[in-house]
């Protein structure tokens, strides 16, 4: 079992910047899919970026691109997002997950993608809250 532990939530005013941290498991570091989701009050649990650990691809959601950023420090173990820009509607808790990659058989070889969807994530941490105030 994947032990995921956020940090780095808090308040801060729009237009502000928030860095958010995931310690994880040395394995989740290297052809492992992670990502980071966010669930507002009374909505869904939504993907905002997922990253192929082990320098692959990096996939934002298009409520956050441009202004959100994933990223991994191997040597620690741990995943960030960097928050920029904030808005009121970034409000939510938000979760670090972890999760097999899919596999597919393309080109003679086989390539590792991870998708966005909550389903394709097994392991998740406890969740961090953002408030950003207006």
């Known amino acids: 079992q994947v032990q995921l532990v956020e940090s780095g939530g808090g308040s801060v005013q729009a237009g502000g910047s928030l860095r958010l941290s995931c310690a994880g498991s040395e394995y989740t570091f290297s052809g492992y899919c992670m990502g980071w989701f966010r669930e507002a009050p009374g909505k869904g649990r939504e993907g905002i970026a997922t990253?192929?650990?082990?320098?692959?691809?990096?996939d934002y959601s298009e409520t956050v691109k441009g202004r959100f950023t994933i990223s991994q420090d191997n040597a620690k173990n741990e995943l960030y997002l960097q928050m920029n820009s904030l808005k009121p509607e970034d409000t939510a808790m938000y979760y670090c997950?972890?999760?097999?990659?899919?596999?597919?058989?393309?080109?003679?070889?086989?390539?590792?993608?991870?998708?966005?969807?909550?389903?394709?994530?097994?392991?998740w941490g406890q969740g961090t809250q953002v408030t950003v105030s207006s």
């Open positions: 990253i192929l650990t082990g320098g692959g691809r990096i």
């Open positions: 997950a972890a999760g097999p990659p899919r596999r597919q058989r393309k080109y003679g070889r086989w390539v590792s993608s991870c998708a966005m969807g909550v389903g394709d994530f097994a392991n």
